[in-house]
């Protein structure tokens, strides 16, 4: 390889890992690899306070973690867009309820703590947390473990039986894009006067939004994917 060509190789390295760690940076505190099995686990606790479903799955092994990896990003869209709506909502003086208040923060009110120490197991840990809707808290075991450079553990039963199943997420991801959009719709018209009061806002709702709402919320929708 001549001299060129090995300065073009060390530059190319250099730009990715440059943007590799501008990624990384990027990441929300609750998203970054922890270092422990206990700071996975207060990792999770973070990111279940923020409704950050994104990082809630990169926390997560197995069948759950994968299938909530997939629908962050359409989740995430729609959390803006209806962000979006209340904002222009707010401009002109409209006050809005609505059933996304639950739908889009579905972690409030979760508690995910660690009760007792890490057990290792070989190259895993076994851990006992209790998880759950504030007074509706399990406790149970999980495993810790190593996977993709990071420490993930088991999905606690409560975000199993949350998450659709594999077979189904390509059809909840198409939810969340088409929610994405009405929403986003929706606010365009809110700011510019199309839909002036609280009763065309609930006509224009009852029309476009709750029939999606009502798909992502039937129980087929969260049958538990399995760990």
């Known amino acids: 390889m001549d001299y060129r060509a090995r300065q073009r190789m060390a530059a190319g390295s250099t730009w990715l890992c440059l943007v590799t760690s501008y990624w990384l940076a990027a990441l929300p505190l609750s998203a970054q690899p922890a270092q422990t099995p206990e700071a996975v686990i207060a990792a999770l606790r973070t990111a279940l306070d923020n409704n950050d479903l994104a990082a809630v799955a990169l ?12 629908l962050a990003v359409p989740f995430a869209q729609c959390q ?20 996304l208040d639950r739908t889009l923060r579905p ?6 703590t660690l009760v007792g120490e890490p057990i290792r197991d070989k190259d ?16 149970e075991t999980v495993i ?5 450079g990071r420490w993930r553990l088991t999905a606690p039963e409560v975000l199993v039986r949350m998450t659709p199943t594999a077979a189904r ?44 709402v009502e798909a992502l919320e039937r129980p087929s929708a969260g049958t538990g994917s399995g760990r």
């Open 169 to 212: 997420a390509p059809a909840v991801t198409r939810l969340y894009e088409e929610l994405a959009r009405v929403l986003e719709r929706l606010a365009k018209q809110v700011a510019e006067g199309q839909i002036e009061n609280r009763q065309a806002f609930l006509t224009a709702f009852a029309l476009h939004v709750a029939p999606l």
């Open 124 to 139: 895993t840990f076994r851990a006992r947390i209790r998880c759950g809707p504030r007074g509706k808290t399990r406790e």
């Open 80 to 99: 803006r867009a209806y962000e979006q709506l209340l904002r222009a909502a707010k401009e002109k003086g409209l006050t809005l309820a609505t059933p």
């Open 144 to 148: 810790v473990l190593q996977e993709e």
């Open 59 to 70: 926390h997560l092994t197995g069948e759950t973690g994968r299938t909530l990896r997939q």
């Open 107 to 112: 972690f409030d009110g979760f508690e995910c």
